[in-house]
């Protein structure tokens, strides 16, 4: 019988009599991982998922809905996006220019709150998982 490396393995793997829970919940390599336990003390991870999660959406949504609100004013209302603000300057061209500003705006908020929330979140889990790296050296 020659070997083959790509032949498919159909058997199911051979389970010691002693199988531990994961493996016994897992036997098979074509059934999808259980979700992993949240790591961290309290779920620390989760918690920083989910901050770093609203920091980019509130980011995101600041430039973005500017920029649809700006697209939707133009393809609506053309009459008041052609009328003149000041000196012939047209208002479309001023909210186009606002959009820079905006943009600025939507990096400030994405740093402030990475500043406030998400960085202090990661040191926090570093310093348990450097304490907890330590603990098991010395075990």
């Known amino acids: 019988m020659s070997h083959d490396p790509y032949a498919r393995n159909l058997h199911p793997p051979h389970r010691p009599q002693d199988a531990s829970p994961p493996y016994a919940a897992h036997p098979y390599p074509w059934q999808p991982a259980p979700p992993p336990e949240p790591a961290g003390h309290h779920g620390d991870l989760r ?8 920091q980019r959406r509130t980011a995101t949504l600041t430039a973005l809905g500017y920029f649809v609100v700006f697209l939707v004013l133009s393809a609506s209302a053309p009459s008041f996006m052609t009328g003149t603000v000041t000196d012939g300057v047209p208002t479309g061209l001023l909210l186009a220019l606002v959009q820079v500003p905006v943009t600025w705006l939507a990096i400030w908020l994405y740093e402030r709150t990475a500043r406030r929330h ?22």
């Open 47 to 54: 918690i920083l998922r989910g901050a770093y999660r609203w």
């Open 118 to 139: 998400v960085d202090p979140l990661a040191a926090r889990i570093r310093r348990h998982a450097e304490l907890d790296a330590g603990r098991g050296a010395a075990r």
